[in-house]
């Protein structure tokens, strides 16, 4: 009989062991089930700026950046510039974005795109990502551009690469 | 010679006494042997598990029903079947409705959808050896929803070029599996009704998403999440042809127990 109660109790407080890691891990899974929403909903077109050896650089130039079809200035005299982070447009197809160096030097990039009304959750709303098709652009101070990533949306993730010219670079 | 044939036939006759005599003696060892205590713990321990087969029981939930009042955006209904396998091992399948029509009050996103779902598992009687009134479960389920919903809002307006553009798809596909591990405790009412609760936790583990959307509302999943909380309040009842085993169990311990009085 003892040793019955024995097992009796081992069996038990195994039960009960399993019965609470498993109640842990409910508690742990529902902690780390967050809610990330993006504060504006807009999904931006990320550049970063590099020389011809494929190295990050700052550009040694206040860069301005105004867009065909609108007054909105969307980079405004930034020094020291490592990239860009520009939005895009919810109907158009190309858009043309004006980057300027000085009064005298500017580029201009030229990005075609299509465009996709996204529902992301009641709680995070409505947002319109983007589709790269390809992208052009002038060649004053910008080298060449390379689309690394077509996909335009919240992920933090490099879509263009453009490679300046020491001209302009730090 | 007559005398001769009289001595052959006893012979005979009595060299068939010295073989079948001790055969009787052998039977009547076999039909007196009296099963001891041991016999009777083999065919308790066998009427602890009892036999493979105990039955089926069918439930239904009714917290998904009401589950509105406690706050869910979504209504849902199910029933499922149980096969009883040694009071032990409960392989399970369940059907389900679940069905949203919501609107946000804060962004005016309105969402529509309603499907069948689908579930099959296995429950483990945590309690088996007892055949106690109550007992705690553990189980597994994999669950599948093939679903289509509408989703609307105002115009998306573009911060920028200042355009408007309508938001509006209808009967997007969708098809979702998850993985459920499930809790529970049912309690018997009468001999043939039950009553008990499960906790879920469920895990997406594969789903189809539309090109313009995510769905909010999956039938049978709750919130569109990587994992997230269920809870279902069945109501047990035992079909007709369950105990037919189990009570032959019974009766052959019983009979062994009044052996071994005699």
Redesign the interface.
Known sequence: MRIYHFRMGQGRSL?EM??VI??L??LY??CS?GNDCVI?N?SYARFNFYDKTNTSIKLNATITVT?A??D?V?VNQEADAKGLEL?V????HIDTFIVKYTDLMRDTIFMMHT????????DC????YHLVEDVKCTHYAIDSIKLVNPQINFDPNENFKIYYSTLISK | MRISKYIIQLLFLSSLFVVILPLQAQERKVTKYVPGKDDIEKKQEKLDLGPLFQGISAYADVYGLVGKMFGNNYTSSEFGFEVNLKNRFFPVFEMGYGKSNYTDDDNNIHYKTSSTYYRVGMNYNFFYKKHQTSYVYGGLRYAFSPFKYDVDSPDLIDPIWGDKVPFAFNNVKGNMSWGEFVIGLQSKITSILHMGWTLRYKLRLSTTESLNSNPWYVPGYGNYKKNTFGVTYDIVIDLPFWKSGKQKALRAVESLKKEVKK
Do not use: W
């Open positions: 039960i399993l019965l498993i109640l891990g409910f899974a529902s089930n504006d807009v867009a079809g609108t909105s969307l939005p447009s919810y109907t158009g465009n996709i009304p996204y529902f992301i959750s009641m709303g409505m947002a319109m």
